[in-house]
C-alpha cells in the first residue's frame, strides 16, 4: 500500500496509539511541507512519547515555518509537563536556530530542577549560535553534574568565543576522560596559543582517544 499524505493523516488521527506512531514514522518519507502541516497537531498530542517524536522531527522540517516552529516549541518549552518534551523542544530550538527563543532558555534553565532540561538547554547554546550564550554557559561550567559541564564545554567550541579558552583550561585535569576528550574538541576548534598549550599536554594523556585526537588539532 502506497504512503499519500491522506493515508498518513489518517493514522495520525487514530485513536489508536500505534497508529499515530507509524504515522509519525511515515512522516519522514514525505516531501518536508507536507510533513510540516500534518505534524502540528501532534506537537500537543495526548500521548507524551507522541509529543517526543514530534517535537523531535520538528528539528528537520520546522525551516518550513521558522516562525511557526518559534511558536510551537516555545509552548511545549514552557508548559509541556514532561521533562522528556521540554528538552526535546530545546533540542530543536537549538537545531533551528531560533534565537528568538534564548530569553526562554536561559530563564527555564534558571527554574527548572530537571537535568536533562539543563542538559539539553546547554547543549543547545552552541548550536544556538547567540552569544548571549556565553554567560549561561560560563555558569553551566560550575554545575554539579558531570554530563552539563559536558554539554557546556562542547557548547563553548561551537559558540567560538577565543574568552572561553582561559575557563575551560582547567579541566585539563578533570579525572572523567569524557569531559578531558570534550575539551581537546572545544579548544581545538577555539584555537590560539593558550589552547594549543593545553592541548600539546594533552597529546600526552593516559588515555589513547585523547591523545589522538589533541595531536590531529595540533
Do not use: C
Amino acid at each position: 500500500m502506497s504512503i499519500t499524505p491522506e493515508s498518513v493523516n489518517q493514522l495520525l488521527h487514530s485513536e489508536n496509539l500505534g497508529d499515530r506512531i507509524r504515522g509519525l514514522n511515515q512522516l519522514r518519507q514525505m516531501e518536508p511541507e507536507v510533513a510540516f502541516e500534518l505534524i502540528q497537531p501532534l506537537v500537543t498530542d495526548r500521548n507524551t512519547r507522541v509529543r517526543y517524536v514530534a517535537i523531535s522531527q520538528l528539528d528537520t522540517i520546522g525551516q518550513q515555518d521558522l516562525a511557526l516552529s518559534l511558536q510551537l516549541l516555545r509552548d511545549r518549552l514552557l508548559n509541556d509537563p514532561e521533562p522528556d518534551v521540554q528538552a526535546a523542544a530545546a533540542d530543536a530550538i537549538g537545531g533551528l536556530r531560533l534565537t528568538e527563543a534564548y530569553d526562554d532558555l536561559e530563564n527555564l534553565y534558571h527554574q527548572t530542577t530537571e537535568w536533562l532540561i539543563q542538559f539539553s538547554i546547554i547543549a543547545a547554546l552552541g548550536e544556538l549560535g547567540e552569544p548571549r550564550g556565553f554567560d549561561l554557559l560560563r555558569e553551566a561550567l560550575n554545575s554539579d553534574n558531570d554530563l552539563v559541564q559536558t554539554a557546556a564545554i562542547s557548547a563553548f567550541g561551537e559558540l567560538g568565543d577565543s574568552r572561553a579558552v582561559p575557563l575551560l583550561i582547567p579541566f585539563a585535569n578533570h579525572e572523567d576522560w569524557q569531559i578531558r576528550y570534550r575539551l581537546v574538541q572545544a579548544l581545538g576548534r577555539l584555537g590560539g596559543s593558550e589552547a594549543r598549550s593545553v592541548l600539546e599536554k594533552l597529546a600526552e594523556d593516559e588515555v589513547e582517544q585523547i591523545a589522538r585526537e589533541a595531536k590531529n588539532h595540533l
